[in-house]
């Protein structure tokens, strides 16, 4: 256990469906990184905060996805009218201030049926 | 980021030590390398990290060339808890400091 909690672990929703995910890091880390991993390849990064600020976003984060955290402690990923390529693992990571070692969490797994 | 090209996969006998080697010829000087591994379907879990020298913690053994363009993680007595995902990375020194992930080693610890 590193620290970094998400929540849910496991969510099957249907095409078309709205999904929020939830990342909680270590509570004194300021940098917080989602991630998706598919099968077979490593995670690619989707979007990184600094406190509350979301300073990068991938090219992969289409317009469907949006990701907050309000009060930089924890973040909320949300994907609006999700499609069957949506599905995949959803990793946050957290790490703080001049650090570079992230800490992951255990990911939530989506499918999208 | 650096790139960093890694074997595809690997076997090792149990109790046998495990050497997953790593190419990150174009890492800057100033660049670390950093080991994680990622057992299915869990998140990847931090290992090691180095910049120039030789380092040691109690999951595994870093040694990085003199010229730093290649680095090797060693297991000294791999088990099958070890069977996983190997990912070697060179983060970025400014900014975001994300990470770019491989497809990794897939090593695999043989009773």
């Known amino acids: 256990d590193t620290g970094v909690s998400q929540d849910p672990r496991h969510k099957i929703t249907k095409r078309g469906q709205n999904v929020t995910f939830r990342c909680d890091p270590i509570?004194?880390?300021?940098?917080l990184y989602w991630y998706r991993q598919t099968l077979g390849q490593g995670p690619e990064f989707l979007t990184y905060?600094?406190?509350?600020?979301?300073?990068?976003k991938s090219r992969l984060l289409s317009d469907r996805f949006s990701a907050e955290r309000p009060k930089g402690s924890f973040s909320t990923l949300e994907i609006q009218r999700t499609e069957q390529g949506d599905s995949a693992m959803y990793l946050c990571?957290?790490?703080?201030?001049?650090?570079?070692?992230?800490?992951f969490g255990p990911g939530t797994r989506l499918l999208v049926l | 980021d650096a790139k960093t090209t890694q074997p595809p996969s690997m076997d090792c006998a149990e109790g046998r030590a495990a050497n997953l080697p790593c190419n990150h010829s174009?890492?800057?000087?100033?660049?670390?390398v950093y080991w994680y591994r990622q057992i299915h379907s869990q998140g990847p879990q931090y290992i090691i990290h180095?910049?120039?020298n030789n380092e040691t913690n109690e999951m595994a053994s870093l040694i990085i060339t003199e010229d730093r363009k290649s680095s090797t993680l060693i297991l000294p007595h791999a088990t099958l808890r070890d069977t996983a995902v190997y990912y070697c990375?060179?983060?970025?020194?400014?900014?975001?400091?994300?990470?770019?992930f491989g497809t990794g080693t897939r090593l695999k610890v043989l009773a």
């Open positions: 990375i060179a983060p970025q020194i400014s900014g975001t400091y994300k990470y770019i």
């Open positions: 180095g910049l120039k």
């Open positions: 174009t890492i800057s000087g100033n660049e670390y």
């Open positions: 509570s004194e880390h300021n940098r």
């Open positions: 905060f600094q406190n509350e600020a979301q300073l990068e």
């Open positions: 990571a957290s790490t703080m201030g001049d650090l570079k070692t992230q800490y």
